[in-house]
């Protein structure tokens, strides 16, 4: 462990994990945790060494969502609409950066991911959860909009269960997140959370690191490039990597029946 503040590092060889540390508030997103998940993970895509990262929650739950003694506080007319807004903005990039990491990022959910929890979810890469873990975008139940949730949860459910979950407040648990495609995994307690992530270490540490980098690059232009871009964007990308020095290594490992270098 790197520190013991909202955001818990620590590091194990290529792979880091994020802690959510605030348990007695069920690891709400106050302003002070969004900013410090921001920068560790902004320090992390500066660096090579990692490959991939998890994030996941003290005491037993994921993310409660945001911090409605905060909210109480913003909504008793101490702050501008200028400083609501960039409060709403702040969890936005947020999720953007989990987004666009260059390294794969894991999500492993157990108690509750509730509205902004369950937006940390949508933005990672892979997501595991717990059969009893707790699900909902309860928002527009308190009287605002899941703003900079939404664009993450349509993305990975679609727009027509986006409408349900949201517009709903539907409360749903861990085999209901597998169906319509939050999950990756469904598994027992947080024991099998560990299994499924050592699985998924063993699987992107074969992968090189730059290719991996580069093919979320891609699959985030998909829908927001047209056919000619997307066909220059691609073959752009593609040319970098097997001109660089990993795709070289990459080939010639498989013609030479050796791993590759990175999965030494």
Excluded: H
């Amino acid at each position: 462990m790197m520190d013991a503040g909202v955001v818990v590092s620590q590091r194990d060889g290529a792979w880091l994990t994020f802690w959510l540390n605030r348990p007695e508030s069920r690891n709400a997103l106050s302003t002070e945790m969004v900013d410090s998940l921001a920068a560790r993970l902004s320090d992390a895509a500066t660096d090579p060494a990692i490959r991939g990262i998890t994030i996941r929650g003290k005491g037993g739950t994921f993310c409660a969502g945001g911090d409605l003694k905060g909210f109480r506080a913003i909504a008793d007319g101490s702050q501008s609409y200028e400083q609501v807004a960039e409060i709403s903005k702040g969890a936005g990039r947020l999720f953007r950066i989990i987004e666009t990491q260059p390294q794969v990022v894991v999500a492993l959910v157990e108690g509750a991911a509730m509205a902004g929890g369950l937006g940390l979810a949508c933005a990672a890469d892979i997501v595991a959860v717990t059969r009893d873990a707790q699900f909902a975008l309860t928002e527009t139940m308190i009287g605002i909009p899941p703003a900079q949730i939404a664009p993450y949860v349509v993305r990975r459910v679609g727009l027509a269960q986006a409408r349900r979950i949201m517009l709903t407040g539907a409360r749903f648990k861990g085999d209901e997140a597998g169906r319509v495609g939050i999950a990756n995994a469904v598994v027992e307690d947080a024991e099998a959370l560990s299994v499924f992530e050592a699985d998924i270490r063993k699987a992107v540490l074969r992968c090189a690191p730059g290719a991996n980098a580069v093919t979320k690059e891609i699959l985030l232009a998909v829908g927001s490039l047209d056919a000619d871009s997307m066909l220059d964007f691609a073959g752009d990308r593609f040319a970098q990597c097997l001109l660089s020095a990993e795709g070289r290594e990459g080939v010639a490992s498989f013609l030479e029946k050796r791993k590759p270098a990175w999965a030494g």
